[in-house]
């Protein structure tokens, strides 16, 4: 039995329904500059670059396991800034440190989860993995 590709798309699509932008910081924190009133680096305004856009999605990261754990069975738990964002193949690669903006949603009856909607994430795993239809990158919330 072949695979179906275009409907493996098919499916996949009605669950990229937030509309991303990825953000790069092309020369990273190397120019950024201290702000010793908060001790926090500030990058310099327009310093980030719009690398793509497009529909995906930003969910929670997943759980290994559709079970639970045995009664005092210790089990890593991914902390709860973590999120995972799939986008379509035809995305480029995304890069550790990358931005992911969810900028709105096209689905009807509203967002999976409003509270993301203006949320930025940063890429910190980006190789959780590429299948067929979609690229799966790891994430941390920003703000």
Request: avoid cysteine; hydrophobic fraction near 45%.
């Amino acid at each position: 039995m072949a695979f179906d590709v275009e409907g493996a798309r098919r499916v996949v699509g009605r669950v990229l329904d937030d509309e991303l932008e990825v953000w790069r910081d092309g020369a990273g924190r190397a120019d950024d500059v201290l702000d010793e009133n908060t001790g926090r680096l500030v990058p310099p305004a327009g310093d980030e670059v719009l690398v793509w856009a497009g529909l995906g999605a930003v969910m929670p990261l997943g759980r290994p396991a559709l079970t639970p754990p045995f009664a005092g069975a210790t089990v890593a738990q991914p902390p709860t800034t973590d999120y995972q964002a799939v986008l379509p193949i035809e995305a480029p690669p995304l890069r550790r440190d990358d931005v992911v903006r969810v900028a709105g949603s096209v689905r009807p009856g509203g967002p999976r989860d409003a509270a993301l909607v203006g949320r930025r994430f940063r890429v910190a795993d980006e190789t959780v993995g590429t299948f067929t239809v979609v690229r799966i990158v790891r994430v941390q919330v920003i703000d």
